[in-house]
């Protein structure tokens, strides 16, 4: 491995796989935990990079975690779409639920009304027929009462 101006090894095009990774931990070890560097360096980015370099992948970590960042946005705002038609078709429904709802009342209202008004026509309708067996009764005796009536005026038309 070629040693770069500062004493760390230099990656060419040239170099290989290997010298590559090697070059990876000796630059992961100069970087103290805490450090800007160390926390950039966590154990999967390392593990990540060493991947991407055994499977002759780009590094552009960058250019990675911008596309990953974008579409995250783009997920987001998706999400927070989907979330908003959702609360609409929501608040539609149950706006229709609630239409639905006052529409049971009323109708069980108006049941109910069609139900009082059948029992007082039940109540009138006995009544009236009560009246109609009393008129009956009465007009059946008037009748007889006539039929007797009859009777005596023939009697004393007879005499």
């Known amino acids: 491995m070629n040693q770069g101006d500062r004493g760390l090894p230099k990656v060419t095009t040239q170099s290989s796989k290997a010298e590559e990774m090697a070059a990876l931990e000796i630059i992961v070890s100069q970087c103290e935990p805490g450090s800007y560097l160390g926390s950039f360096f966590t154990e999967d980015l390392v ?11 780009s590094s ?32 539609k429904y ?11 009342r009323q109708l069980h209202t108006e049941l109910e009304n069609c139900e009082n008004l ?9 009544r009236v027929w009560n009246e109609k067996d009393a008129l009956d009764i009465s007009l ?15 009697d004393v038309l007879e005499v």
């Open 94 to 104: 149950q706006s229709q639920i609630d239409n639905m709802a006052e529409a049971q």
């Open 140 to 154: 059946a005796g008037a009748e007889i009462e006539i039929t007797k009536l009859k009777a005596r005026l023939f």
């Open 60 to 91: 552009d970590i960058y250019a990675d975690s911008l596309a990953i960042t974008q579409e995250s946005i783009a997920r987001a705002q998706k999400v927070s779409e989907l979330t908003r038609q959702f609360a609409e078709q929501e608040a």
């Open 118 to 126: 059948r029992a007082q026509t039940q109540v009138d309708l006995n």
């Open 47 to 57: 593990k990540e990079l060493n991947r991407r370099i055994k499977d002759d992948w």
